[in-house]
């Protein structure tokens, strides 16, 4: 009787070990280990029960198989280099993740300009309701419009020279970060030492209430915008 149980068993696994002979055949896998071997068998197997075309299979097990003959040299084997068996197998059906892309200049310095036009609305709301005096200090409309077209911009600057970590991953140097900074910050206050002294209806400091529907008539206007064109969040 345990003569018999030992021939079923031994029976149930010849086909297991014919499967993965074949993969590995078939993959060029001979000279992987049986570890790494059994996780492309593994792996196979779950593609086949997910009905990925034969031909995709194939060309990702070869895929596959040329890294792992590669990696396995410093003891790294399939499990550790791509994760289960079953998320591999996600990754191969969903393909590779897409590079997540650079935000166009001109949305970030929108953004940015939308949301600085808004600070300073709120800031000469505040200034204008408890200091008479503000009106000498903000300049008015045209300086508000100038200086949050210029930070917008300076800031879109800033962002894309400091560098998208998400897309390059480039870390720029402190003391160059300051440098870029105190130069923006420069370019700034003089454009608002130049505008804020225009006269005029055009630069007409207006009453705290106004500035407080300004901001709120940007602030929906940026959302809005931030929809309409997939606008990514910024530092600023």
């Known amino acids: 009787m345990a003569e018999n149980n030992k021939e079923t068993e031994n029976k149930q696994t010849i086909p297991d070990a014919e ?5 590995v055949a078939k993959t060029d896998a001979a000279d992987l280990t049986k570890r790494n071997a059994e996780y492309l068998f593994k792996l196979k197997k779950v593609l086949e029960e997910k009905n990925v075309p034969s031909q995709r299979i194939e060309e990702a097990l070869q895929s596959i198989t040329e890294e792992l003959k590669e990696k396995q040299r410093q003891g790294v084997t399939a499990t550790k280099l791509y994760g289960t068996v079953s998320e591999k197998a996600e990754n191969i059906i969903k393909g590779p993740k897409k590079a997540p892309t650079a ?25 204008q309701q408890f200091s008479p005096n503000s009106s000498q200090i903000n300049g008015g409309f045209l300086t508000l419009i100038v200086t949050s077209v210029i930070a917008g911009v300076a800031m879109a600057y800033f962002y894309r020279v400091a560098g998208d ?72």
């Open 19 to 23: 499967n993965v002979t074949e993969t």
């Open 103 to 127: 935000t166009p200049f001109w949305k970030i310095a929108l953004d940015n300009g939308l949301m600085m036009f808004i600070m300073f609305c709120i800031m000469y709301a505040i200034l």
């Open 165 to 236: 970590r998400r897309t390059s991953g480039r870390k720029v140097p402190f003391w160059k970060t300051m440098l870029l900074s105190l130069v923006l910050v420069i370019i700034w206050v003089t454009a608002y030492t130049l505008v804020v002294n225009v006269p005029g209806v055009i630069n007409q400091t207006l009453q705290p209430v106004v500035y407080v529907v300004l901001a709120v008539l940007m602030f929906g206007l940026r959302y809005f915008l931030k929809k309409k064109y997939d606008i990514k969040s910024t530092p600023f």
